[in-house]
């Protein structure tokens, strides 16, 4: 029956437009940010999980930057022990040289002030480098790397020799068979050292890529969570659009329906 005092059809029309507002903007927010979920409201499940897993994502970003910085270290590290093998093996060259008995003292003299050079330049080497502020022999490095635990370094150091020509001399023949000795002990110990960074270098290589692995389908799966659909999304807008055009359009001929009720009364 008509009634002029309410009118059920506007309130319908009013009612489903007010919704297919909600859906308009709802669709339209997440086409301007590239999201599925913007508010708790949105998904409230896949809200708690999908924050669950961008800390994860986060801590494991870290963890994995965390190995990257411990293999620059021990990328330093071996450069470093590769130009003191380069010295060494000139050390050993110049004590061969020293052995010989075709070499006079002013000659000796002469092998031996650059030996003994060779020995204070792998000294200040050995103390001075430093990564981050922190000497790189002589020490332990502790690599927090996430859920793969702390990941421990060590660069021990190499130093052998003694820069003091009375302990290890060209100046003799004697003292030159002796420093040979030490120069072959001391090739030995930094090629072992080198080969101790090797191993820890690739066991911090192997963990940097399984996080790197973990960062990108955890980021995969957070993805699917919280990442709008840009093509339902775009169907969504035009269904949208036009049920706002209808409906405003029903609410106009519904608010006019109460008109009819003027002709009964003529």
Known sequence: MPSILNNIAALGASRQLGITNEG??????????????????????????????????????????????GVSYLQVADGVLDTVTNLLTRAAQLAQQAQTGTVDQTGRDSLNAEFQNIISTISNIESNTTFSGTSVFGSTLTVAAGGYGSVAVAVT???????????VSLASSTGAVAAATSITAMLTAVSALRGTIGASEEELNAVSSTLGIQVQNVTAAYSQITDANIADEVVNLSKYQILNQSGISALSQANQAGQSVLALLR
């Not at 150091?157 to 302990?167: P, Q």
Request: glycine share 6%; no cysteine.
């Open 24 to 69: 308009l903007q709802q669709t339209i927010q997440r086409l301007t940010t590239g999201k599925r979920i913007n508010q708790a409201s949105d998904d409230a499940a896949g809200l708690a999980i999908s924050n669950r897993l961008n800390a994860d994502i986060q801590v494991a970003g870290q963890a994995q930057r965390n190995t990257n910085d």
């Open 157 to 167: 150091t190499f130093n052998s020799l003694v820069a003091n020509s009375s302990t």
